[in-house]
């Protein structure tokens, strides 16, 4: 954008000076001085025309007001949706002139507690109800005795989870409560997200700023978005609510043929997304329902599947069929759901189900079956595709990390993914978006994507630093695109890899590709379990036990150990296992293997992607 003398007020000197300053400013910048020059009023500026009063004395009496306190944003995040949540609230409170710190709980000093003014947690939940890794200590002062009084503290809690476990968002909730029971007091309602937590994410934040600003949203700050807009050069920034159309390239098989498992390489197209990634981060893929799953519950519900239904609360409209296909999970059973649709069926028996004393029943009825199950098992009287959609939840995006690196191959993004199968209560199942990419999809497709940032799962990129790396199975993809990108970067170091799968013969992803570097010399040692291949089942967690002297003098040497893979088997027996080395090579003792691996968690050098 270019001012000319002939039309704005300005003279030639003062339209030269503006011509040079106006392209140098951030979006942010030109935010912040819209709002401040449309915040002078009238009235303030001196009759005889001479300059304006100082900043100090035309901001807004909000602004004067949000310099009296501080907003403390605290954030427990296990795969980094709780730190980015956390990050996009400090924009917005620094936008609105507040004083903002953010900190990892595990990074927060407890004692400061009683010093916060006003505070914002954001924390996912973990497994069973249990706290990510970066809340632990925090959560257990809080719940200690050392934790102070917090009168005079003003919270509030946004909580993140996943309505299919029995736990959930516990957490954040454990937080609230716990807080308030300290005498702090709520700012706003905390707010507990599900697995698509965009929009109630935003309607929290929105709330907590319209509390933390009585006085309501500032119009000068408005007027000043909406004149900086004209000045902002418009780009279409891709996101979780605004995914990329991704073009599929190569969707191959890795796996030698009799293998038991399948998985896919996929490659995508990026290109004039502007995206970018870094090892360790994710890709979000929005999936669809399989079509034959959809058209046997029309088929059940005996509806007509062109009759239409509103999808979203913009009221966009689709036919029952496009939206079971592309908008609304389906094969997944949740309490929640279940006490929704009885509501809505009428069935008499899904009531009884859903009494106290059937709890052990219900959560075995909820594993592994879906809504098909649900409505052959338990048919409603007669529903509504409308009200039927309404209980429903969005279709989640499936996240997987990314296999490539940004710096090699920057118009394109990997991923490796497992096709999940298994036979279950009379029928065949299969994953949602591994299998649509094993069976369904095809180069010249078009994807959904989006790249999901993943702070807690950031490797070193110093030569100094060694790196052990354990991921078996698909759990090697962000180890692939470490070591493609130091290759890139021409960074050498010691690295070690511990892989495993079934057969060596059939299942040994990227073999190609680990040989070359080691050949290279960016990969320094690669340790392998093929467990199907031997008598005894022989898995990562026993290789690491038979290199135990070397595996704890490379931690002696300041290596940093990174796991990703199955959380609920591998990832434990893992972490059991680092402790075995410890107490076996470093004469520890239970307790002191268990201070140490903490201090490696605290020092980033102990990171794990677990799903």
Not at 172 to 192: I, N, P, Q, S, T
Not at 318 to 343: G, M, N, Q, Y
Not at 517 to 533: N, P, Q
């Amino acid at each position: 954008m270019q001012l000319t003398v002939t039309n704005s007020p300005f003279s030639k000197e003062q339209t030269e000076n503006l011509n040079q300053l106006l392209p140098t400013l951030s979006v942010e910048q030109k935010i912040w001085l819209s709002g401040y020059l449309s915040a002078q009023q009238v009235e303030s500026i001196p009759a005889n025309g001479t300059a304006a009063p100082p900043l100090t004395e035309v901001l807004p009496k909000s602004a004067k007001k949000q310099e009296t306190r501080e907003v403390t944003i605290l954030f427990g995040s296990e795969t980094g949706n709780a730190q980015n949540l956390a990050e996009e609230m400090v924009r917005k409170l620094e936008e609105k002139q507040f004083q903002v710190k953010v900190s990892a709980l595990d990074d927060f000093k407890p004692k400061e507690l009683k010093k916060v003014q006003d505070l914002l947690i954001v924390s996912a939940t973990h497994g069973e109800g249990d706290p990510p890794d970066n809340a632990i200590s925090f959560y257990e002062f809080l719940y200690s005795r050392k934790a102070p009084k917090l009168n005079g503290v003003r919270f509030s809690v946004l909580s993140l989870g996943d309505e299919s476990y029995e736990f959930f968002c516990q957490t954040g909730k454990d937080f609230d409560k716990r807080l308030a029971e300290l005498g702090a007091e709520r700012l706003y309602d905390r707010v507990d997200c599900d697995l698509d937590f965009d929009e109630p994410a935003a309607e929290w934040m929105e709330g907590v700023l319209a509390e933390l600003n009585q006085s309501g949203e500032d119009e000068s700050n408005l007027a000043g978005q909406e004149a900086a807009g004209s000045l902002a050069v418009e780009q279409t920034v891709y996101s979780r609510t605004n995914p990329f159309m991704a073009e599929v390239l190569e969707n191959i098989r890795l796996n030698g043929r009799g293998s038991n498992k399948e998985t896919r390489h996929i490659e995508l197209a990026l290109e004039g997304s502007n995206l970018q990634f870094e090892p360790g981060d994710s890709l979000g893929v929005y999936p669809t329902n399989d079509t034959g799953l959809v058209d046997s519950l029309i088929q059940a519900l005996n509806w007509n599947p062109d009759e239409t239904v509103e999808v979203n609360k913009q009221g966009e409209i689709r036919s029952i069929r496009e939206a079971l296909i592309s908008h609304f999970e389906i094969t997944r059973l949740t309490k929640p759901l279940l006490t929704k649709a009885c509501d809505l069926f009428g069935n008499e028996e899904l009531n009884h189900l859903l009494q106290p004393d059937q709890e052990e029943k219900l959560k075995g009825y909820l594993d592994g079956r879906d809504l098909l199950d649900l409505v052959r098992d338990y048919p409603p009287q007669q529903v509504e595709p409308g009200d039927f959609v309404s209980i429903l939840r969005k279709i989640p995006a499936r996240e997987y990390s990314i296999a490539s690196s940004y710096q090699a191959n920057p118009d394109e993004v990997h991923l490796t993914v497992g096709a999940v199968r298994y036979h279950a209560h009379g029928r065949d199942r299969a994953g949602v978006c591994s299998v649509q990419l094993a069976e369904r999809v095809q180069p010249g497709d078009h994807l959904p994507v989006y790249v999901h940032r993943n702070p807690n799962f950031k490797f070193p990129f110093d030569e100094e630093r060694p790196v052990i790396m354990i991921g078996p199975g698909t759990g090697v993809a962000p180890f692939r695109s470490f070591l493609e990108e130091r290759e890139e970067l021409e960074i050498k170091g010691k690295t070690w890899l511990f892989f495993g799968e079934q057969h060596f013969t059939t299942d040994f992803l990227y073999q190609v590709d680990w040989q070359n570097w080691l050949k290279e010399g960016i990969l320094t040692r690669m340790d392998v379990a093929f467990s199907r291949d031997t008598d005894e089942k022989v898995y990562v967690q026993h290789r690491m036990v038979e290199q135990s002297k070397d595996f704890y003098q490379w931690l002696k040497d300041g290596a940093a150990v990174f796991v990703c893979g199955d959380e609920k088997n591998m990832a434990k027996d893992v972490h059991h296992t680092i402790i075995t080395i410890l107490k076996q090579e470093g004469d520890m003792s239970q307790e002191e293997a268990e201070n140490y691996v903490s201090q490696l968690r605290k020092e980033k050098r102990y990171q794990r992607d677990v799903y």
